[in-house]
């Protein structure tokens, strides 16, 4: 869990990174200066891929229940997957934008968007879920050790 954690926020950085480097260029081979969806994919990449992944895994890590909770698989592949179709789509949509494409507003287009943002919101409540549980796992723990330590003590300064 930890490796594909990790290998996803590789791949949204480059993503991410390779998104801010095309809207740069398609934009100057186009002469365009308006306004278009384009410009976002760096920056969705970038927060949604990037650093929620890194975030996932620094949780993983610190929490060992979370890395066997099947949620966080779950939510993990649905996060990617939703951020494909979401990325993807602002990704079409801004470039039929700057070159100015008639279907760039189709509703088909915001269609496939709306999937990826619902996928999106699965992922991110079976996270929070996952999440939640791996804490409550965590903090059970520690008490129980807390008392098996206060136990010890007890034992070892009762007079004999």
């Keep these: ?44 990449a970038l927060t949604l891929g990037t650093l929620l992944m890194l975030l996932l895994l620094a949780l993983a890590a610190a929490l060992p ?15 990617n997957t939703g951020l494909v179709l979401t990325v993807g789509m602002l990704a079409y949509k801004g470039t039929l934008q700057v070159i100015g494409a008639s279907y760039a507003d189709h509703s088909a287009l915001a269609g496939v968007s709306g999937l990826g943002h619902m996928l999106l919101t699965v992922a991110l409540t079976l996270a ?29 300064l009762r007079p004999r």
């Excluded at 990174?17 to 308006?34: I, N, P």
């Design 1 to 44: 869990m930890l490796r594909y954690l990790f290998r996803s926020a590789v791949t949204w950085t480059v993503l991410g990174l390779l998104g801010g480097l095309a809207y740069r260029e398609v934009t100057k081979a186009f002469d365009f200066a308006g306004r278009t969806q384009l410009a976002v994919v760096h920056t969705h």
């Design 65 to 79: 229940g979370l890395r066997a909770d099947k949620r966080l698989r779950w939510g993990t592949h649905l996060l």
């Design 128 to 156: 929070l879920i996952a999440t939640g549980r791996g804490v409550d796992a965590a903090v059970d723990a520690s008490t129980a050790d807390a008392a098996a330590v206060r136990g010890q003590t007890r034992e070892l």
